[in-house]
């Protein structure tokens, strides 16, 4: 018996060249550990267009209509009867999934972001209403407390959405591999994930380099704190550095020369990829056995490592560079949102 239900206005996109336009959707009523919350502000990620324009069919097919979404910043509007981690007024935050089967050995272990059964905010399938979840292009959603998360009350709520994707998935593999004092950081890119890596590793008290192939990024990346800037075209600055780096954070989802970054990693050294280029990377084995160094890759994170992250945020006041816009009646997405 499916729970009652509300409509809610959305902006959604009928299919892969359509635009977005405004539309209605069913929101169910809260059930006895759902949050509804007014959405205020929600992040645009790249993701958004992929799964507007079903760039990842092969991945995860998109179901149209779809409403993307998934960087949601609102406030409590309602809580159900069991409900103990949060009350009407609050500031809350939803990030990229909104539900889990608790029980799988990755739940067990905070790593819903792995669960075999996660359920997405958007595109994924609806164990409530039937058909596919909807995101955050919408004035409200409602969601288990349990995938609620608290927002910092000093961040800026317009900056702080984007934390909800592209701020977890850097902090989270930086988090892991042991990011801190006295570690030296590459960060490859410089767009929405690279900027945070960034700040983060800033705050974390890491020297950090930013790789990039626009020399016009310079004084952005040092401006964010990067302390130095290197042209990855140029093979002379390149080999000055092989062999020096701790960690290096890769963001670029374009296929590119993974060696080239590879082989400035110290011994036991890390490349971790969160950027997700179409194409298979060509790897050679020695660059990886001759220096013990690792390849991994780092998906968004837990819900406990998430509220960690916003938490982090508030205490080092962390929040993407962003800007905010309305929404218009039919908006078409573009590849400079």
């Not at 790249?46 to 995860?60: A, G, I, K, P, T």
């Not at 509007?77 to 935050?93: H, I, P, W």
């Amino acid at each position: 018996m499916h729970p009652s239900t509300y409509k809610a206005k959305a902006y959604s996109a009928a299919s892969e060249t359509a635009p977005m336009a405004s539309t209605t959707i069913p929101r169910r009523e809260p059930t006895d550990r759902d949050v509804q919350i007014e959405i205020l502000f929600c992040g645009i990620c790249h993701s958004d267009l992929h799964s507007v324009r079903n760039e990842w069919s092969e991945f995860m097919a998109t179901n149209y209509p779809i409403v993307p979404g998934h960087e949601i910043v609102g406030r409590v509007t309602k809580v159900g009867s069991a409900v103990t981690k949060y009350k009407t007024g609050d500031l809350v935050a939803v990030g990229c999934m909104v539900d889990s089967d608790r029980t799988c050995p990755n739940c067990k272990r905070d790593l819903e972001q792995f669960c075999p059964n996660m359920t997405l905010t958007f595109n994924s399938s609806d164990k409530h209403l039937g058909g596919v979840t909807y995101g955050g292009y919408s004035d409200s959603i409602v969601v288990d407390e349990h995938f609620v998360l608290r927002l910092p009350s000093n961040l800026n709520i317009a900056g702080a959405a984007p934390l909800l994707c592209a701020g977890i998935t850097t902090y989270s593999p930086m988090r892991h591999w042991g990011v801190g004092k006295g570690k030296k950081v590459g960060v490859v890119g410089l767009g929405g994930l690279g900027h945070m890596a960034v700040k983060f590793g800033r705050a974390f008290g890491s020297t950090v380099a930013v790789f990039t192939t626009s020399p016009n990024k310079k004084d952005d990346a040092l401006r964010l704190g990067a302390d130095e800037v290197v042209i990855s075209r140029n093979a002379d600055e390149m080999k000055k550095r092989a062999g020096t780096f701790d960690f290096i954070i890769d963001t670029v989802s374009a296929n590119h020369d993974i060696n080239a970054y590879i082989n400035l990693l110290g011994v036991d050294g890390n490349l971790t990829l969160v950027g997700a280029p179409a194409e298979p990377l060509d790897v050679p084995a020695f660059s990886l056995i001759m220096g013990r160094r690792r390849l991994a890759g780092s998906a968004i994170g837990g819900i406990a490592e998430t509220q960690e992250m916003l938490d982090f945020c508030g205490k080092h006041n962390i929040t993407p560079t962003s800007k905010s816009f309305p929404f218009r009646r039919s908006t078409k997405p573009t590849r400079d949102c």
